[in-house]
T-cell receptor, first 113, second 115 residues
Framework: GAVVSQHPSRVICKSGTSVKIECRSL??????MFWYRQFPKQSLMLMAT?????????EQGVEKDKFLINHASLTLSTLTVTSAHPEDSSFYIC?????????FGSGTRLTVV | GENVEQHPSTLSVQEGDSAVIKCTYS??????FPWYKQELGKRPQLIID?????GEKKDQRIAVTLNKTAKHFSLHITETQPEDSAVYFC??????????????FGKGTLLTVNP
């Protein structure tokens, strides 16, 4: 079946630094990649939608200059959290949209100290 | 945009009992309704889904019903087992995938099955 590989699974970074999260579709091409953020005991909140080769569309309230999304190919999308702060600590998860439906990555637990 | 409401937020049942989780949606153009099970720190796992051209779908102990007129859909789990304990999310979308149609999630239901 369709698999999305997400790395890293866990990352701890210092406040003010940047962190890059990668999602790769391993055996299919992802037309669209969705990026979600999930705080403890809450639901998945969509941050942005990206299509290969074009700029991402951000949801209201999500800072596009802080959460940089690159979707350079049909198999790779990245989310960079720039100048991370403790309030950015969360579970970040990608979801690839394709003819297989929605395929989720395994998530990245980001802790900013 | 789409708004998905989910109830209850927590549900505790005895092993062997049934569990029902209900969701409503607002976008009449939504036609795909998946249910996900999420264990702590893990990705959401699709357990069943339904499209708007059917009213009910069943897979062993799990069933989903859809009332498109009323814009609500429900998850039914029969003969619950302790391993069913998890957070369950409903979601709605205008399409199943392969497009820009985004999934909008409900707030989740923490299901606890007591042995």
């Amino acid at each position: 079946g369709a698999v999305v590989s997400q790395h890293p699974s866990r990352v701890i970074c210092k406040s003010g630094t940047s962190v890059k999260i990668e999602c790769r579709s391993l055996d299919f091409q992802a037309t669209t990649m969705f990026w979600y953020r999930q705080f403890p005991k809450q639901s998945l909140m969509l941050m942005a939608t990206s299509n290969e080769g074009s700029k991402a569309t951000y949801e209201q309230g999500v800072e596009k200059d802080k959460f940089l999304i690159n979707h350079a190919s049909l198999t790779l999308s990245t989310l960079t959290v720039t100048s991370a702060h403790p309030e950015d600590s969360s579970f970040y998860i990608c979801s690839a949209s394709s003819e297989h439906g929605y395929t989720f990555g395994s998530g990245t637990r980001l802790t900013v100290v | 945009g789409e708004n998905v409401e989910q109830h209850p937020s927590t549900l505790s049942v005895q092993e062997g009992d049934s569990a029902v989780i209900k969701c409503t949606y607002s976008d009449s153009a939504s036609n795909y309704f998946p249910w996900y099970k999420q264990e702590l720190g893990k990705r959401p796992q699709l357990i069943i889904d339904i499209r708007s051209n059917v009213g009910e779908k069943k897979d062993q102990r799990i069933a989903v019903t859809l009332n498109k007129t009323a814009k609500h859909f429900s998850l039914h789990i029969t003969e619950t087992q302790p391993e069913d304990s998890a957070v369950y999310f409903c979601a709605a979308s205008r399409g199943r995938g392969g497009s820009n149609y985004k999934l909008t999630f409900g707030k989740g239901t923490l299901l606890t099955v007591n042995p």
